[in-house]
């Protein structure tokens, strides 16, 4: 076999991304990696793809350059959601952000927070996010990148009332 192939690290510099996110990217598309030693690795194995694999991964991250940096498949409108991680223990934590599906969002994060419950959801473009968050979150105290400790559940949630009623109406669009 005669393929060419290609270093994530050296897509990773090409495309001004990190390794940790290409291989993001990589998973979720289902391209297979092939350790490899290579000298500019000083000889250590390194993950590389092959070349008719790598077409795949930049068409992925054009999308996701388009998208503001999250890598997705194809839509860009899904949901915002305020989920509270520990209902009874913590009931100001809270975790927010998009996602496509507002359930399977939910099931993933029960691996770590079994308790965690949805507060509330709003459709959303996936380009609001950031500017969702910084909104919502103002004067709270941000414990990890999308995880805050808030005053008043209620009051955020009001917030994030508030922003998306300003948003324009996702329910006509496909």
């Not at 391209?31 to 000083?42: D, L, N, P, Q």
């Not at 839509?75 to 809270?94: A, C, K, M, N, W």
Request: glycine share 4%; with cysteine; net charge negative.
């Amino acid at each position: 076999m005669n393929e060419k192939y290609i270093s994530v690290t050296e897509i990773a510099r090409e495309h001004s991304r990190t390794r940790q996110v290409i291989h993001k990217v990589i998973k979720r598309l289902g391209i297979e990696t092939t350790k490899m030693k290579a000298a500019e690795f000083r000889g250590q194995a390194a993950s590389h793809i092959s070349v008719a694999d790598y077409e795949s991964l930049v068409e992925a991250l054009e999308v996701s350059s388009d998208a503001g940096g999250a890598f997705v498949t194809g839509t860009s409108q899904g949901v915002f959601y305020l989920i509270q991680l520990e209902p009874e223990f913590d009931p100001q934590r809270i975790k927010v952000g998009f996602a496509t599906d507002v359930n399977e969002r939910l099931r993933s994060h029960k691996t770590s927070a079994p308790m965690a419950r949805l507060v509330k959801h709003w459709p959303c473009k996936m380009l609001w996010e950031k500017t969702a968050i910084d909104c919502i979150t103002e004067g709270a105290e941000q414990l990890h990148t999308e995880v805050f400790r808030v005053v008043d559940i209620e009051a955020t949630a009001r917030l994030a009332d508030n922003f998306f009623e300003l948003m324009p109406d996702l329910s006509s669009e496909d």
